[in-house]
C-alpha cells in the first residue's frame, strides 16, 4: 500500500481514505455503465426474525464459486465486468490486495440506506480486507466501536473515493449509510472484498 497516509481509526483497527482516486470524466462513465450493465436488485433480508426489503439495491459479482451469505440471504456471483474489472485493478495496485469478489450498493436518493454491522462473516476469514469505492453522490459514512460507543467517526465518501478497510475494524467496528432526506441524487458503492475458500 502506498505510504505516507494516516489510519483514520484511533484504535482496534486501520482505515484509509483515498480521495478522488478516480477523476471526474471517468468517474461519470463508470457510474453510467454500473448503472446500465450491473443486474440491480432488491432482495429482503431478516433482521430481529422479521423479513424486510433492503432500502437500496444491491448486487454480487466475483470469481466462480465466491458466493456471500449475509441476514439471511446467500447471493451468488455474476461475472465480472469490464468496468468492475478496470476499478478491481485501479485498488489493487493501491492496495496491494487481490479481491475476488464484490458487493455492489445503489442508493437511489437519501431515503436508501444501510443500518449499522460488522462485515465479519466467516466467509470473510479473519481480519477482513475490504476495498469500498463510491462513484456519483457523497454520502456519510458513519462508524462506532462495536464495544465503546462513545468511540465514534465520521468519513465522507466522495465521487471517485476509495477507502480502504483492514486490521480488526469488521471485528472492532460496527459501520452504517444513514438516511438523508436531503440527498436528492444516487450513489453506487462498490464493496470489493476475499471469500475464503471454506
Same mark, same amino acid.
Request: glycine content about 8%.
Given at each position: 500500500?502506498?505510504?505516507?497516509?494516516?489510519?483514520?481509526?484511533?484504535?482496534?483497527?486501520e482505515i484509509y481514505l483515498f480521495p478522488?482516486?478516480?477523476?471526474?470524466?471517468?468517474?461519470?462513465?463508470?457510474?453510467?455503465?454500473?448503472?446500465?450493465?450491473?443486474?440491480?436488485?432488491?432482495?429482503?433480508?431478516?433482521?430481529?426474525?422479521?423479513?424486510?426489503?433492503?432500502?437500496?439495491?444491491?448486487?454480487?459479482?466475483? %470469481?466462480? &464459486?465466491?458466493?456471500?451469505?449475509?441476514? !439471511?440471504? #446467500?447471493? /451468488?456471483?455474476?461475472?465480472?465486468?469490464?468496468?468492475?474489472?478496470?476499478?478491481?485493478?485501479?485498488?489493487?495496485?493501491?492496495?496491494?490486495?487481490?479481491?475476488?469478489?464484490?458487493?455492489?450498493?445503489?442508493?437511489?436518493?437519501?431515503?436508501?440506506?444501510?443500518?449499522?454491522?460488522?462485515?465479519?462473516?466467516?466467509?470473510?476469514?479473519?481480519?477482513?480486507?475490504?476495498?469500498?469505492?463510491?462513484?456519483?453522490?457523497?454520502?456519510?459514512?458513519?462508524?462506532?466501536h462495536y464495544k465503546d460507543k462513545k468511540?465514534?467517526?465520521?468519513?465522507?465518501? %466522495?465521487? &471517485?473515493?476509495?477507502?480502504?478497510?483492514? !486490521?480488526? #475494524?469488521? /471485528?472492532?467496528?460496527?459501520?452504517?449509510?444513514?438516511?438523508?432526506?436531503?440527498?436528492?441524487?444516487?450513489?453506487?458503492?462498490?464493496?470489493?472484498?476475499?471469500?475464503?475458500?471454506?
Open positions: 500500500m502506498k505510504k505516507n497516509y494516516e489510519n483514520l481509526l484511533p484504535v482496534d483497527g478522488a482516486l478516480f477523476g471526474p470524466g471517468i468517474c461519470n462513465k463508470l457510474f453510467d455503465l454500473l448503472t446500465q450493465n450491473i443486474a440491480w436488485k432488491q432482495e429482503p433480508v431478516k433482521i430481529m426474525g422479521q423479513e424486510i426489503m433492503q432500502p437500496r439495491l444491491t448486487a454480487w459479482y466475483g %470469481d466462480e &464459486g465466491r458466493s456471500y451469505s449475509y441476514t !439471511g440471504i #446467500t447471493m /451468488h456471483p455474476a461475472p465480472w465486468t469490464n468496468e468492475l474489472l478496470t476499478i478491481k485493478k485501479t485498488i489493487e495496485k493501491i492496495s496491494g490486495e487481490h479481491f475476488n469478489s464484490a458487493l455492489l450498493n445503489l442508493y437511489r436518493d437519501g431515503n436508501d440506506s444501510v443500518g449499522w454491522h460488522r462485515d465479519n462473516e466467516k466467509s470473510l476469514g479473519i481480519n477482513p480486507v475490504i476495498g469500498s469505492v463510491s462513484f456519483g453522490e457523497s454520502r456519510e459514512f458513519s462508524l462506532k468511540l465514534r467517526r465520521k468519513i465522507i465518501l %466522495d465521487n &471517485g473515493s476509495f477507502l480502504l478497510m483492514k !486490521g480488526e #475494524t469488521q /471485528h472492532k467496528w460496527l459501520h452504517s449509510i444513514q438516511k438523508n432526506p436531503a440527498i436528492i441524487k444516487p450513489r453506487i458503492n462498490i464493496t470489493f472484498r476475499i471469500i475464503k475458500e471454506m
